[in-house]
Structures are given as structure tokens and as C-alpha cells.
């Protein structure tokens, strides 16, 4: 099973400042990684698939980047509604399986 | 619009069985695979196993291999998940979810099942 590690735990940012979080993988995943964002009393929603893809529906502040074992989702200006718990998924091997999640607050 | 409606909240004792359900609709449903995320309370995201519809393919985590089973029923466009007997340890919130390909990302939740399980 591929453990999937999210770095940091807890990220305390500003509204309009930029964010970045970071996921890696313990063997290659090729680029078969998704994020997901998910606010309190609410089901997860597909932010980013195949590690740098867009959702539908996505703004454009949000991105992603890497392959292989390391991987980041960049909020380049915070806003309040991206206050939220987001999560990495790698979908290349199973089982699929999901990192622990990073909760970006309000600094 | 594509729509993963899930069955109410349940509240049961250790060692009573359940059954929830997940009816999809606006899309084909026999042609997406269809799985499920458990997230205990205060916890992150599992994933538990999928089954494609069109032929009830079904494959699981290791983690829940024997301890649930998942199962659909094209004709009514609903998968399920369901546990013979409930532990306290199943308490949590149950999401269906729809994944684009047989491994691919979640493109779609559902709104989530809470289940708890107490004496």
C-alpha cells in the first residue's frame, strides 16, 4: 500500500497570501494524484486531478505541480472561503489512498 | 446534473447489521465506477472499495476486505455497503463517490452517511 504523507499538519496563512502545501508519496505515482478540499460539515470536493489539472468549476488560484513521489497545491491569494482541509489521493495503485490531510487557517 | 443521493443518518447497537444506500443519477450509472470514503469523527479520508455497476465488479481495501461489503443494483441506478455486525469502531460518517475510471480521481460525493453504533 502506497502511504501517502501531507506536510505540514496545520498551516496558519493570511487572506491574500499565498499558500503552499505539500504531499508526497512513499514509491512513484506517477502523475495519478488528485487534491481535494473539504469545509467543515461538508462531503470533499475534486479540486486538482492528474497532479496539475483544474476541476470544473475551479478558480485559477488554485494549482498544482509535481510527479513521481512529490507534489504540491499552491492558493496563490488566500480567500476566506479557502479556509478548509484539503487532502492528497494517489489513484495508481491499489489500494487508493489518501494522505492525513493539511488544515490551512486564518493566520 | 449528476447526483449521488445517499440514505439517511442510522443509529444502531454492536452486532446489529445495516445496509445504506447511494442512488446515483444524470449520468449513465453502470458506467462509472462507484466507491466509498469513510472518515471517522474528527478523522481524514479512507477509502474502502469500488464496484462497477455494469458488471458488479468489486474490489477492496485491504483494510476492509471482510469487514463490509459492497454491492449494487443497476436496475434501481443504487450501490450499497453493508456490514453483518456493527462495532462501536464503525461509527462514522460513509460517503459514497463516483470515480472517473476504474482508479481514477473522485469526481463526485455524495452527502455523506452518519452512522453511529452505540450500546
Known amino acids: 500500500e502506497i502511504v501517502m504523507t501531507q506536510s505540514p499538519a496545520t498551516l496558519s496563512v493570511s487572506p491574500g497570501e499565498r499558500a503552499t502545501l505539500s504531499c508526497r508519496a512513499s514509491?512513484?505515482?506517477?502523475?495519478?494524484l488528485a487534491w481535494y478540499q473539504q469545509k467543515p460539515g461538508q462531503a470533499p470536493r475534486l479540486l486538482i486531478y492528474g497532479a496539475s489539472t483544474r476541476a470544473t468549476g475551479i478558480p485559477a488560484r488554485f494549482s498544482g505541480s509535481g510527479s513521481g513521489t512529490e507534489f504540491t497545491l499552491t492558493i496563490s491569494s488566500l480567500q476566506s472561503e479557502d479556509f478548509a482541509v484539503y487532502y492528497c489521493?494517489?489513484?495508481?495503485?491499489?489500494?487508493?489512498?489518501f494522505g492525513q490531510g493539511t488544515r490551512l487557517e486564518i493566520k | 446534473e449528476v447526483q449521488l443521493v445517499q440514505s439517511g443518518a442510522e443509529v444502531k447497537k454492536p452486532g446489529e447489521s445495516l445496509k445504506i444506500s447511494c442512488k446515483g443519477s444524470?449520468?449513465?450509472?453502470?458506467?462509472?465506477?462507484i466507491g466509498w470514503v469513510r472518515q471517522m469523527p474528527g478523522k481524514g479520508l479512507e477509502w474502502m472499495g469500488i464496484?462497477?455497476?455494469?458488471?458488479?465488479?468489486?474490489r477492496y481495501s485491504p483494510s476492509f476486505q471482510g469487514q463490509v461489503t459492497i454491492s449494487a443494483d443497476k436496475s434501481i441506478s443504487t450501490a450499497y455497503l453493508q456490514w453483518s455486525s456493527l462495532k462501536a469502531s464503525d461509527t462514522a460518517m460513509y460517503y459514497c463517490?463516483?470515480?472517473?475510471?476504474?482508479?481514477?480521481?473522485?469526481?463526485?460525493w455524495g452527502q455523506g452517511t452518519l452512522v453511529t453504533v452505540s450500546s
Open positions: 444524470g449520468y449513465s450509472f453502470t458506467s462509472y465506477w
Open positions: 464496484i462497477y455497476p455494469g458488471d458488479s465488479d468489486t
Open positions: 489521493q494517489q489513484y495508481n495503485n491499489w489500494p487508493l489512498t
Open positions: 514509491q512513484s505515482v506517477s502523475s495519478n
Open positions: 463517490v463516483r470515480h472517473d475510471g476504474v482508479a481514477g480521481p473522485i469526481d463526485y
